[in-house]
């Protein structure tokens, strides 16, 4: 629809547009609403991760959170299609180093700049339980 294509084209922040096409953004829509199993409107972390064909898990769950944090929105469990528009922005864009850091911060939840035990313990069994169902 030519609204959602408006509202997925504005800037980024910087100034830059989200993306340059009107059919890039009418592709991602696409893409969002066979993703959208239960035509809701909105895309749960299960709904892609099934549509990607892939197992629910646990990370997939802290990158999808982390994405609605990054947004600075509350953290639902799913997004609507702007929101899933520059979340796919975000991810796209990152160098090397803002990738690495994204995913330091997936772990460090209590934002010390450390992981402590407990956090590298969920790392370590997220890490071990994505190599299992691979």
């Not at 100034?15 to 592709?27: C, E, H, K």
């Not at 991602?28 to 197992?55: C, K, Q, W």
């Not at 947004?71 to 690495?100: I, K, M, P, Q």
Request: charged share 30%; glycine share 6%; net charge negative.
């Amino acid at each position: 629809p030519k609204d959602v294509s408006k509202k997925a084209r504005r800037a980024s922040g910087d100034g830059r547009p989200l993306f340059s096409a009107a059919a890039q953004v009418d592709v991602l829509y696409a893409l969002f609403r066979v993703a959208d199993a239960d035509g809701s409107n909105t895309l749960a972390v299960g709904e892609l991760m099934e549509y990607l064909g892939l197992e629910h898990s646990d990370f997939a769950n802290r990158i999808f959170c982390m994405l609605e944090y990054i947004r600075g929105v509350h953290v639902s469990g799913s997004c609507d299609f702007e929101a899933y528009v520059v979340s796919v922005w975000n991810v796209c864009t990152l160098d090397a180093d803002e990738y690495r850091d994204f995913c330091f911060e997936l772990y460090d939840v209590d934002e010390s700049g450390y992981l402590d035990r407990e956090e590298v313990l969920d790392l370590v069994a997220d890490i071990t339980t994505e190599s299992a169902n691979v």
